[in-house]
C-alpha cells in the first residue's frame, strides 16, 4: 500500500526525469556535433546559456519569444483532448490579428480600456469561429481536420492580404501595405518595468485556466473521454459534437488571442508582418509538451531560449541561423523518442508489495 | 538498492554542480569583443546567401569587415516580429554595438522607432524605409537607391534582345518600390521598340520560390523571352528561364553564375556606399545622416556585366545611357507619360527628377505593362 501512495509522485517524477535527461543527452549529441565541425562545445554550451538565460535581458529575450508560442501551442493541445491533431494555428492568428486591428480602429477614440478589450475578445471570437470550423468539417462532414485546417490556413492568409492589401488598406502605408493604424492609446503595451509585453501573462493564464479545465472538470473529463474512444463517449450519452467543437473554439481562441496581441502590443496595425509562423512553431511545441497544457510553459521557454541563443551562436561563431535549428532537432527527436521509456526505468516502476 | 539510489544522486549533483560552475566561468568571460572597437550589428530577414535583397546586404557587411577599428556581428533570418527589436537588443547589450544596420524594410516601423527611442546612443540605418524630419528620432535613419536607373538600363538591353516583343517581369507586391522599377524597366525596354510589352505577375510575397517558379513558367509558355523580377531572391527565376533557354536580367545581387547561357545583365546594389559613409560618420562623431539616396553615379547601384548573349547594339544604347546617368541628366519619369489604362499620369512638360519623393508613391503601371495594381 505504501509503494501505492508515492504512485503519484513517482509518475511526475518520472515526468521530469525523461525529458530533462533527453535534452541533456541532445546537448551533448550536439555538442559532439559542433565538435565534429571544430567548435569547442564548452564555448556553444556557455553561449547558449549566457544568450537565453544568463543576464535579465537574456531572460527577456527568451520569455517575448516564447509568449506567442504558449498561445499557439494550446490552439493544438486543446483540440487534441478531444482527439484532434489540428495543425492550423497559423491561419486563427493571422485572421485574429487582422479582425482586432478592425476592431481597434473602429472604436479608437472610445476608451482605450474597452477598446483594448473589444479587440482580444474579437481576436479570440474570430480564432475560435476559424478552429471550430475544422472541427465541424470533422465532425459532421468526415473531413480530416488536420488537412482542413492546414488548408484553411492558406485560406486565412489569402484573406488576410486581400483585405491588408486591399479594401482596409490605410493609404499612408506605401511599402508597408497596412490596415489603419488602432492608434498609441489603445496599445497594450509592456508589463511594467519590463520589454515583454502582456501575451505572455496572458498565455500564463490561459494555460493554468485550461489545465484546471482539462484536468479538474467534469468538462474536461468529458473531454478526455471524447480523445481516448468517441464511439464509447457517444454511447455513454456524452454531446460529443459539442465536446469537440468547444475544444476546437478554445484552441482557436487562444491562437487568434496571439494574433490580437502581436496587434495591440506590437504592431499597432494588421500586416504581413503578422504572419511569422508563430501557428507553426506551437505545433512542435504543443507535441513536446505531450499536448499538456501546463508542460507548454517550460517547452515553450525552452524553444524561446533557443531561439534567444541562436542569434548569440551566429553573432559570436559566424555559424549560420540554421545551427540552432540543429539543436532543436536533436532535443525534439529525442524527448518524443524518449517517450518510449516512459514505465521502463526500473527505479520509477511500481515497487512489488 | 536504497544506497545505491542514493549515491546515484549524489554523484549527479556534483556532476550538474561541477558543470554548473564550469558553464559559469565560462560565461563570466563575458563580451567577447574589445571595446575599443566600433561593433556593428547587421540583421537580415532572410538567409545571407539567398542570390538577392540579404546577399547584396551581406556584401556590404563583408567589405565592412575589411576596415579596420571596427567589428562585425551579423544575424540572419530575423522575422519583422519583437524577435527583431531583441535582435538589435542583443547587438547593443550583449555585443556593445552602437551602429546597426536592420535591412528588412518591415523592420522600420514599429521596430527600430521603438528600439531607436530606448537607445537614443545608437545609430540605427534601415535600408528603405521613408526615414521623416520632426517625425522620427534622430540617431535613426533611411538608405536606399535609385535601383530604377539599373532596371532602364535592363530594359534597354532586354528589348533589344527579344525577339518576340514580349517581356515578363515577375513582382512580390504592387507597392510603389515594385512599381517603379516594373515601370522603368518597360520603359527602357519601349525606348528601343514601342512595340514591346511586359506582362506581369504578382506573387503576394517577398519569397515564395514555388510560385515565382510556376509564374516563370507560365510567362515563358506565353511567349516571353526575357524574364526579369522583383522578389526577395531571383535565384529560381533565373535558373527556370536558363533552364527554359530564355534570357533572364538579375536584381538585386549578381546572379550570373546561375545562368551563364541567358543571363544578360542586372540592376545591382551597391550597399558597401552607405555602409562606409555611416560607419565613417560614427567613428568620427559626426551627426547621422538621416536620408541617404543615390543611383548610379552616387554608387548606391550598379549594373552588372554584360553576358555573352547581348549584342553589339544593346551595348551600345545601354552605354550611351549610362553617361547621361553618370553625368546626371538623364530623366526616367517625365511627360507626357500614360498609364496602361490610357490616362495621363505625368503632364507633358514636367519631369521628376531621382530624388523626387512622389516617385517613392508610385501607384500606376505604365503603358505597355500587362497587368494591374
Known amino acids: ?353 | 538498492m536504497k544506497d545505491l539510489v542514493g549515491q546515484l544522486d549524489r554523484r549527479g549533483l556534483l556532476l550538474g554542480l561541477a558543470g554548473a560552475g564550469a558553464l559559469g566561468a565560462l560565461a563570466a568571460v563575458g563580451r567577447a569583443f574589445a571595446a575599443d572597437k566600433l561593433v556593428v550589428g547587421v540583421i537580415y530577414v532572410g538567409p545571407r546567401d539567398d542570390y538577392g535583397y540579404n546577399q547584396a546586404q551581406a556584401q556590404a557587411a563583408a567589405a565592412l569587415k575589411k576596415m579596420p577599428g571596427l567589428t562585425v556581428v551579423e544575424q540572419e533570418k530575423v522575422p519583422e516580429t519583437t524577435d527583431v527589436q531583441k535582435t538589435m537588443g542583443s547587438m547593443i547589450e550583449q555585443d556593445g554595438a552602437t551602429l546597426l544596420f536592420p535591412t528588412s524594410f518591415g523592420y522600420f516601423d514599429p521596430h527600430i522607432l521603438r528600439m531607436a527611442e530606448k537607445y537614443p546612443k545608437v545609430r540605427f540605418a534601415h535600408c528603405g524605409g521613408l526615414w521623416t524630419e520632426g517625425k522620427h528620432p534622430k540617431n535613426a535613419g533611411s538608405y536606399f537607391g535609385y535601383i530604377d536607373e539599373c532596371q532602364y538600363l535592363n530594359g534597354v538591353v532586354a528589348g533589344h534582345t527579344t525577339k518576340t516583343k514580349k517581356l515578363g517581369f515577375i513582382a512580390a507586391k504592387p507597392i510603389p518600390q515594385v512599381l517603379r522599377n516594373i515601370n522603368a524597366f518597360t520603359m527602357g525596354a519601349r525606348s528601343i521598340d514601342p512595340k514591346i510589352t511586359t506582362q506581369l505577375i504578382v506573387t503576394g510575397d517577398w519569397a515564395l520560390p514555388v510560385k515565382e517558379a510556376e509564374a516563370a513558367n507560365s510567362l515563358i509558355d506565353q511567349g516571353v523571352d526575357v524574364v526579369t523580377c522583383h522578389v526577395d531572391s531571383p535565384k529560381v527565376v533565373v535558373e527556370t528561364a536558363e533552364r527554359r533557354s530564355i534570357f533572364v536580367c538579375g536584381y538585386h545581387a549578381d546572379q550570373s553564375t546561375l545562368a551563364p547561357k541567358g543571363y544578360l545583365t542586372g540592376a545591382e546594389w551597391s550597399w558597401t556606399t552607405p555602409y562606409t559613409t555611416h560607419v565613417k560618420d560614427a567613428m568620427a562623431g559626426k551627426p547621422m545622416n538621416n536620408f541617404m539616396r543615390g543611383g548610379l553615379k552616387d554608387g548606391f547601384v550598379k549594373a552588372g556585366a554584360y553576358g555573352r548573349a547581348v549584342g553589339d547594339p544593346a551595348r551600345k544604347s545601354a552605354d550611351a545611357i549610362k553617361v547621361h546617368v553618370m553625368k546626371g541628366d538623364f530623366v526616367i519619369f517625365k511627360g507626357p507619360l500614360k498609364d496602361n489604362t490610357g490616362n495621363t499620369v505625368i503632364a507633358a512638360g514636367t519631369a521628376h527628377k531621382q530624388t523626387d519623393v512622389v516617385l517613392e508613391q508610385m501607384s500606376y503601371l505604365v503603358e505597355g505593362v500587362i497587368g494591374k495594381v
Open chain 1, 1 to 353: 500500500m505504501a509503494s501505492d501512495r508515492s504512485g503519484p509522485w513517482r509518475h511526475a517524477a518520472e515526468a521530469l526525469v525523461i525529458p530533462i535527461a533527453a535534452l541533456a543527452a541532445a546537448m551533448v549529441v550536439f555538442g559532439l556535433f559542433m565538435a565534429a565541425l571544430g567548435q569547442n562545445p564548452l564555448e556553444i554550451y556557455a553561449l547558449i546559456y549566457q544568450g537565453a538565460f544568463a543576464s535579465a535581458f537574456s531572460w527577456q529575450n527568451t520569455l517575448s519569444r516564447a509568449a506567442p508560442l504558449v498561445l499557439t501551442a494550446l490552439c493544438v493541445a486543446l483540440p487534441a483532448q478531444a482527439g484532434l491533431m489540428v495543425i492550423g494555428g497559423e491561419g486563427a492568428v493571422v485572421l485574429g490579428g487582422l479582425v482586432a486591428a478592425i476592431v481597434g480602429h473602429l472604436l479608437s477614440g472610445a476608451a482605450p480600456t474597452g477598446v483594448k478589450a473589444a479587440m482580444v475578445l474579437a481576436g479570440m471570437a474570430v480564432g475560435g469561429i476559424w478552429i471550430a470550423l475544422a472541427g465541424a468539417l470533422r465532425q459532421y462532414r468526415g473531413v480530416n481536420e488536420t488537412i482542413s485546417s492546414l488548408l484553411l490556413t492558406y485560406v486565412a492568409v489569402a484573406l488576410f492580404n486581400h483585405f491588408v492589401e486591399g479594401p482596409l488598406r490605410d493609404p499612408t502605408s506605401l511599402n508597408k501595405p497596412s490596415t489603419a493604424p488602432i492608434g498609441d492609446a489603445n496599445m497594450i503595451g509592456s508589463l511594467p518595468g519590463l520589454d515583454i509585453h502582456w501575451g505572455l501573462v496572458f498565455g500564463l493564464v490561459f494555460c493554468v485556466a485550461m489545465h484546471v479545465l482539462v484536468r479538474y472538470t467534469t468538462y474536461g473529463f468529458a473531454l478526455r473521454i471524447v480523445g481516448g474512444n468517441p464511439r464509447a463517449a457517444r454511447l455513454a450519452g456524452l454531446p460529443v459534437a459539442r465536446l469537440v467543437l468547444t475544444a476546437c473554439a478554445l484552441g482557436g481562441a487562444a491562437a487568434g488571442l496571439a494574433g490580437a496581441v502581436e496587434v495591440a502590443a506590437v504592431h499597432g496595425s494588421a500586416n504581413a508582418s503578422l504572419i511569422a509562423g508563430y501557428g507553426y512553431a506551437g505545433i512542435v511545441v504543443a507535441f513536446i509538451a505531450r499536448q499538456n497544457p501546463l508542460a507548454i510553459v517550460p517547452v515553450a521557454v525552452l524553444v524561446g531560449g533557443l531561439s534567444a541563443s541562436g542569434g548569440m551562436l551566429q553573432r559570436r561563431l559566424d555559424l549560420p541561423d540554421a545551427t540552432v535549428l540543429v539543436l532543436q532537432g536533436i532535443a525534439f527527436m529525442l524527448i518524443l523518442g524518449s517517450e518510449a521509456l516512459y514505465g521502463r526505468l526500473k527505479p520509477f516502476r511500481a515497487r512489488a508489495a
